[in-house]
């Protein structure tokens, strides 16, 4: 298969102030498009071309860097669009509570632990809740990086590369981020993430 650049299903002012058009414009159509681009030269002749994007990113890691890097925050982006709504960071659905209980203490210590994985991600990265397991954790990764290559799902992850909030933010990465959890994160998105993780 090859990369393409997904439509956002949502306007590119429906964010704001949280995310603003900028940030949208230049993250989605501009960084996105990139990996999207560069990932689709770098597959062309490898013995990846024709996998699905998990196996690509499963199969590069570790083996083809420059192809690993593009279609790792292809995989990344693709699911960050859908990470994110208007009206976002609401009511947790019950199993995903649960779930986020179970594995993490409590709803509030998994926004806290998620938050300072993302404040403490050393440079550009995500930082993520997975199901390793069975069980909700907690990571966080450079670059490219996903649970995903770590054997694990992820099932929320937030950008914490400087293209992610710098127009909106500078340098204010924990205001980002708390804002990500309480006022972008679709939840809904995450819980359909975890039960097809547990299924
Ligand atoms: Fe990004």
């Known amino acids: 298969m090859s990369f393409t650049l997904p439509e956002l299903t949502y306007s590119y002012d429906a964010l704001a102030p ?31 071309e024709g996998k699905s994007l998990e196996d690509i990113v499963k199969g590069s ?32 659905p ?8 179970d594995g993490l203490g409590s709803v509030d210590k998994a926004k806290e632990d998620f938050i300072q994985a993302g404040v403490t991600q050393f440079g550009s990265g995500w930082a993520w809740l997975a199901v390793k397991d069975g069980k909700v954790i907690i990571a966080k990764t450079p670059n490219g990086e996903s649970p995903l290559v770590h054997g694990a799902t992820p099932i929320l992850g937030v950008d914490v590369w400087e293209h992610s909030y710098y127009i909106d933010y ?30």
């Open 94 to 101: 019950g199993n995903l509570e649960k779930a986020i209980v």
């Open 18 to 48: 949280y995310m603003s058009r900028e940030t949208l414009e230049f993250h989605h159509d501009k960084h996105h498009l990139a990996y999207v681009n560069n990932g689709n030269n770098l597959l062309k002749g490898t013995e990846w």
């Open 170 to 199: 500078r340098n204010r990465r924990p205001d980002y981020l708390k804002a990500f959890v309480d006022n972008l994160v679709n939840w809904e998105y995450v819980a359909e993430l975890y039960e097809a993780a547990v299924k």
């Open 61 to 92: 890691y570790g083996k083809n860097a420059g192809l690993f890097n593009n279609a790792g925050q292809h995989y990344n982006h693709l699911h960050f669009w859908k990470w994110l709504k208007p009206n976002g960071g609401g009511a947790i």
